[in-house]
C-alpha cells in the first residue's frame, strides 16, 4: 500500500499519551510544516485546539491533526451499546503532505509515498486513540488494541472496498469525494484536495455530513484557544 509506514505513524497508546495539556504538541511543530494545514471551515463556531505532528527521521513535518469541539480524552472509555454523544462530541482533522516515493535521509532506502489511505489509516489510529474499552484488564485492553489497530490498517488499503462509502464535502468551497465509514467507536473520513495535500478526519457526537473543511490561514489560532 502507498501509505505512512506504520513506524512512522503513531501507535494509539503513544498518540492517546499525549492527550494531556502538558504533553500536547506545541504550535512550533505546525509552523515548519512546509504544506498547509486544514481544520474545519468557518461554520464551525466552536472550540479548536492542537493535537499533535509527526515528523520524519531527519525531523521534516509530515502530517499532524488539529481538533474541534470537546477535547477528548484517553477517559473518555468506550463501552459496547453507549451513548457517544456522553464521551464529548469532537472532529479531528488530519493534514497528510502528498509525497511520492523518495529516498530516506540517509541516501539507504525509500521511504514509502503518502496517498489517500495514510489519511485514512492516520485518522483510524487517532480515532482508536480516543477509545479505551473500560471493562477489560490491561492484558485483554492491550489485545484489542493491536486487534483494532491491524483492522484499521487493512480498512485503510481497501477504500474501495465494502465497509466504505463516499459523500461529497467542501473542501475551500468546492464539492469533494471523500471515503467514509463509521462505526460504534466513532466515523473516518480520508480524501485529497488540490493544494497537494490529503486529508483524513475522525470523531464522534459530531456529523460528518455537514462538514466543510479550510486551509489554516493562522495556525497559531488554535494553540491561543487551548
Do not use: C
Not at 56 to 77: C, F, K, L
Not at 97 to 102: D, E, I, M, S
Amino acid at each position: 500500500m502507498e501509505t505512512t509506514s506504520r513506524a512512522v505513524a503513531q501507535t494509539p497508546g503513544e498518540e492517546g499519551a499525549q492527550q494531556a495539556p502538558s504533553a500536547r504538541g506545541t504550535v512550533d511543530g505546525y509552523l515548519r510544516a512546509p504544506f498547509p494545514w486544514y481544520g474545519l471551515d468557518e461554520a464551525f463556531t466552536g472550540p479548536r485546539w492542537l493535537v499533535q505532528v509527526g515528523t520524519a527521521a531527519d525531523g521534516t513535518v509530515e502530517h499532524g491533526s488539529v481538533g474541534h469541539g470537546d477535547e477528548p480524552s484517553v477517559r473518555n472509555e468506550y463501552v459496547p451499546g453507549g451513548d457517544k454523544d456522553a464521551r464529548g462530541k469532537f472532529a479531528v482533522v488530519v493534514t497528510v503532505a502528498a509525497n511520492p516515493v523518495r529516498r530516506s535521509a540517509d541516501g539507504t532506502g525509500l521511504l514509502e509515498a503518502t496517498s489517500v489511505s495514510s489519511a485514512a489509516w492516520l485518522a483510524g489510529v487517532g480515532l482508536l486513540s480516543f477509545t479505551w474499552p473500560g471493562q477489560m484488564d490491561h492484558s485483554l485492553r492491550d489485545d484489542w488494541l493491536e486487534q483494532q489497530t491491524e483492522t484499521a490498517w487493512t480498512l485503510a488499503d481497501d477504500l474501495d472496498g465494502p465497509d466504505w462509502s463516499t459523500l461529497s464535502l467542501p473542501v475551500d468551497g468546492e464539492p469533494t469525494t471523500f471515503h467514509h465509514r463509521e462505526s460504534e467507536l466513532g466515523w473516518v473520513l480520508a480524501g485529497s484536495t488540490r493544494q497537494g495535500v490529503h486529508l483524513g478526519a475522525y470523531g464522534r457526537g459530531m456529523s460528518p455530513y455537514g462538514l466543510g473543511f479550510a486551509v489554516i490561514e493562522d495556525i497559531t489560532a488554535y494553540a491561543r484557544q487551548e
